[in-house]
Every structure is written in structure tokens, then in C-alpha cells.
């Protein structure tokens, strides 16, 4: 039966392009035997936590069981409550491959793989807020509640010339901060924001978008067999269907995420 599913396995991978696991891949992926997924359950795009089980599920989560089952190799899910706190962790080791947002900051220590999906990073106001358009954020006085180190924080501390940041530590705390410090704004992904808007009243979540968010793959630098790997996992992932099929199982729609288009290694 290990023959025959090892056979369909690599049947699969030869249709979509995906390259064959070799032992350094393997070993590149999982050093000490068990793949260790850093999971962010902050963002719902990603991933979800059941608040009573700690159980963790997601599209995240499935790509990292199906990345386990096609290295042979067990999937340990390392959750984390902001994307921050994950790209902090990779120093100390404490994850072999996660899932975030890509930006060329944290590509000083993470190789990633190609966008598997996007997301559209977005502002919500507050009731009779007299900004209208995302431009208008950018205004002096103007104070914005962001979530350090994410996607949207590492790009908003570039491009905002005008607005403050003030910076939280997850996308709850900017929610909180938002509305007890009467910000002008926070920042997040559009679906965190609709689903805060709900118990905000009169709050807006702006049409349009400051940015939108590739989110790939990464594994820590210096494992370049598994970096390769990765590339063309995520790859298959979105040809064979997978990642759209993820989407859908998720109950996640084109107004909350997209697959990304295909993508050629440089």
C-alpha cells in the first residue's frame, strides 16, 4: 500500500511540475522529523483558533498538512496571535516553514516561495469620520492604529509621509486602541476590519485598498533545497486547484482573498 501511494504521489507531483522529495529536501523541511508550521490565527484569511480546543484550521493549515503529507513527514502546527510575533520567532528557530505576507524586510532571514493568494490591506474610520478616500489618511493629525510588523505595518512605515502609526500588538489591540484612544483609523486586512465594523456603529471600512498583501510561504534562510521545493509546492498548489478549493472549504470569497496568478523562479 506504501508502494502504491508513494507511486499516485509522485504521479501527481510529475502532472502539476512539482519536483520529486529527496532526503536533503526532506531533511532541509524537517530537521528533527516533524514539520513545524508557524500558523498566524490572527488573520482569518489565514487561519482560525477554536477558542475552546486551541484547534487550528485554516487555508494555512491545510497547505501545511498537504506540504507534510506529500515529504512524508508529521505536520506540528506552531500558532501564533500576529504575524510579528512569527517573523520574530525564526530566530530562534521555532518554526521550519510559516505563512505571511511578503515583504522585502522580512526577506533578510525568510526565502519565499511565490504568492499563493492576495489580500486587500484597507482603513476603517469612525462615525462621521471626514476621511473618505484611503488618500486621505495621509493627513498630519491624522492617527492610524496598526498591528507592528505586519504586512500592512512594514508598508505603511514606508509610504504614510503625514499620518502617525500608532502601533499594537495584534489586530484585536488595534481594534481596542481604535476605539478607546478615538483614533482616526486602523489598519488591517478588509475581511478582520468588516467583521470589527459589525460591533462598531457607524464605523466604515473605506472602499479601495492601500495595498494588497501576496501572502506566500517562507522557510528560514540557508535551506535552499526546501526553499526550491516550496516554490514549486505553492505552484501546484494553486494549478492543480488546491488553494481555490481551500478557499471555498473556508467559506472565503473574491471579496476576501483571490489565488494568485502563476509565478516564474527567478
Same mark, same amino acid.
Do not use: C
Given at each position: 500500500?506504501?508502494r502504491? +501511494?508513494?507511486?499516485?504521489?509522485?504521479? /501527481?507531483?510529475? *502532472?502539476?511540475?512539482?519536483?520529486?522529495? /529527496?532526503?536533503? =529536501?526532506?531533511?532541509?523541511?524537517?530537521?528533527?522529523?516533524?514539520?513545524?508550521?508557524? =500558523?498566524?490565527?490572527?488573520?482569518?484569511?489565514?487561519a482560525?483558533?477554536?477558542e $475552546?480546543?486551541?484547534?487550528?484550521?485554516?487555508?494555512?493549515?491545510?497547505l501545511?498538512?498537504?506540504?507534510?503529507r506529500?515529504?512524508?513527514?508529521?505536520?506540528?502546527?506552531?500558532?501564533?496571535?500576529?504575524?510579528?510575533?512569527?517573523t520574530?520567532?525564526?530566530?530562534?528557530? *521555532?518554526?521550519? =516553514?510559516a505563512?505571511?505576507? &511578503?515583504?522585502?524586510?522580512?526577506?533578510?532571514?525568510?526565502?519565499?516561495?511565490? +504568492?499563493?493568494?492576495?489580500?486587500?490591506?484597507?482603513?476603517l474610520?469612525?462615525?462621521?469620520?471626514?476621511? $473618505?478616500? %484611503?488618500?486621505?489618511?495621509?493627513?498630519?493629525?491624522?492617527?492610524?492604529?496598526?498591528?507592528?510588523?505586519?504586512?500592512?505595518?512594514?508598508?505603511?512605515?514606508r509610504?504614510?509621509?503625514?499620518?502617525?502609526?500608532?502601533?499594537?500588538?495584534?489586530?484585536?489591540?488595534?481594534?481596542? %486602541?481604535?476605539? $478607546?484612544?478615538?483614533?482616526d483609523?486602523?489598519?488591517?486586512?478588509?475581511?478582520?476590519?468588516?467583521?470589527?465594523?459589525?460591533?462598531?456603529?457607524?464605523?466604515?471600512?473605506?472602499?479601495?485598498?492601500?495595498?494588497?498583501?501576496?501572502?506566500?510561504?517562507?522557510?528560514?534562510?540557508?535551506?535552499?533545497?526546501?526553499?526550491?521545493?516550496?516554490?514549486?509546492? &505553492?505552484?501546484?498548489?494553486?494549478?492543480?486547484?488546491?488553494?481555490?478549493?481551500?478557499l471555498?472549504?473556508?467559506?472565503? /470569497? +473574491?471579496?476576501?482573498? &483571490?489565488? *494568485?496568478?502563476?509565478?516564474t523562479?527567478?
Amino acid at each position: 500500500m506504501k508502494r502504491v +501511494a508513494l507511486l499516485i504521489g509522485l504521479a /501527481t507531483a510529475m *502532472a502539476y511540475g512539482q519536483s520529486v522529495v /529527496t532526503n536533503e =529536501i526532506r531533511s532541509q523541511f524537517a530537521p528533527s522529523g516533524t514539520l513545524r508550521a508557524g =500558523i498566524n490565527y490572527a488573520n482569518p484569511l489565514l487561519a482560525s483558533r477554536d477558542e $475552546k480546543t486551541g484547534e487550528l484550521s485554516g487555508v494555512a493549515v491545510d497547505l501545511s498538512r498537504e506540504l507534510g503529507r506529500r515529504l512524508g513527514v508529521p505536520v506540528q502546527l506552531v500558532g501564533f496571535d500576529a504575524a510579528g510575533k512569527m517573523t520574530d520567532a525564526v530566530k530562534s528557530g *521555532a518554526w521550519d =516553514i510559516a505563512f505571511l505576507g &511578503i515583504d522585502p524586510a522580512r526577506a533578510t532571514e525568510i526565502d519565499y516561495s511565490a +504568492a499563493y493568494m492576495e489580500l486587500e490591506g484597507t482603513y476603517l474610520v469612525p462615525a462621521a469620520s471626514p476621511l $473618505k478616500t %484611503v488618500e486621505d489618511v495621509d493627513r498630519e493629525g491624522v492617527r492610524v492604529a496598526v498591528t507592528s510588523k505586519s504586512a500592512y505595518d512594514l508598508f505603511l512605515s514606508r509610504n504614510l509621509k503625514h499620518a502617525q502609526i500608532v502601533h499594537t500588538g495584534t489586530t484585536p489591540e488595534s481594534i481596542e %486602541v481604535f476605539v $478607546k484612544s478615538k483614533l482616526d483609523a486602523v489598519a488591517a486586512v478588509r475581511t478582520s476590519l468588516v467583521a470589527a465594523a459589525k460591533d462598531l456603529p457607524g464605523a466604515r471600512v473605506m472602499a479601495g485598498h492601500f495595498m494588497t498583501i501576496p501572502q506566500a510561504a517562507g522557510v528560514p534562510k540557508g535551506r535552499p533545497a526546501a526553499a526550491r521545493y516550496l516554490w514549486d509546492f &505553492i505552484e501546484n498548489a494553486k494549478a492543480s486547484g488546491f488553494v481555490a478549493d481551500a478557499l471555498k472549504r473556508h467559506g472565503l /470569497t +473574491a471579496n476576501d482573498a &483571490i489565488v *494568485a496568478a502563476p509565478a516564474t523562479r527567478n
